[in-house]
T-cell receptor, first 111, second 112 residues
Framework: RKEVEQDPGPFNVPEGATVAFNCTYSNSASQSFFWYRQDCRKEPKLLMSVYSSGNEDGRFTAQLNRASQYISLLIRDSKLSDSATYLCVVTQNSGNTPLVFGKGTRLSVIA | DADVTQTPRNRITKTGKRIMLECSQTKGHDRMYWYRQDPGLGLRLIYYSFDVKDINKGEISDGYSVSRQAQAKFSLSLESAIPNQTALYFC???????????FGSGTRLTVV
């Protein structure tokens, strides 16, 4: 089983739609979780951390399900500018190992 | 100025040439990383360093070497470039794994 798995997409949604991505991780000892956004040919940028109780930042909501080992990202009222690849990122089980990146889910928001 | 600066931004080089990609940061982070990204393969870790005296291989270190010249500088070298090293290379920094990474803008390398 891969360490971090994401549906590659693409998800093609109309403006204003709500879209959700899931990501599963294999290491039950993972402690920290993030969603990154990457535009084409640009560097990944931190979108939001994912907290155990779930967290919201404007139109974006992230949730963690430790029992089932997945995290999710919900985008409400999609904008054209939300079109990007969204990377799921998790820690491994110790403080001295690099983060593990998923391959990303591509989102296209269509007018 | 960017927090994490990579040079050059683009480079075309010939097979067999030695090339160095440079990364410098002003964030004061101890941890630095080099990744390559290829279409469909996601980010793959080449090398990482947790301080000036610490160098660790990532999942695809063959054909690459690194130097951590200072806390703020981490260079990646391709001793003898080959075409399958054509990729987008990213440097990243971190103050700890619970805080995520900050990436540089990337170096697009083409080996012909």
């Amino acid at each position: 089983r891969k360490e971090v798995e994401q549906d590659p997409g693409p998800f093609n949604v109309p403006e204003g739609a709500t879209v959700a991505f899931n990501c599963t991780y294999s290491n039950s000892a993972s402690q920290s979780f993030f969603w990154y956004r990457q535009d084409c040919r640009k560097e990944p940028k931190l979108l939001m951390s994912v907290y155990s109780s779930g967290n919201e930042d404007g139109r974006f909501t992230a949730q963690l399900n430790r029992a089932s080992q997945y995290i999710s990202l919900l985008i409400r009222d999609s904008k054209l500018s939300d079109s990007a690849t969204y990377l799921c990122v998790v820690t491994q089980n110790s403080g001295n190992t690099p983060l593990v990146f998923g391959k990303g889910t591509r989102l296209s928001v269509i007018a | 100025d960017a927090d994490v600066t990579q040079t050059p931004r683009n480079r075309i080089t010939k097979t067999g040439k030695r090339i160095m990609l440079e990364c410098s940061q002003t964030k004061g982070h101890d941890r630095m990383y080099w990744y390559r990204q290829d279409p469909g393969l996601g980010l793959r870790l080449i090398y990482y360093s947790f301080d000036v005296k610490d160098i660790n291989k990532g999942e695809i270190s063959d054909g690459y070497s690194v130097s951590r010249q200072a806390q703020a500088k981490f260079s990646l070298s391709l001793e003898s470039a080959i075409p399958n090293q054509t990729a987008l290379y990213f440097c990243a920094t971190s103050s700890g794994q619970n805080y995520g990474y900050t990436f540089g803008s990337g170096t697009r390398l083409t080996v012909v």
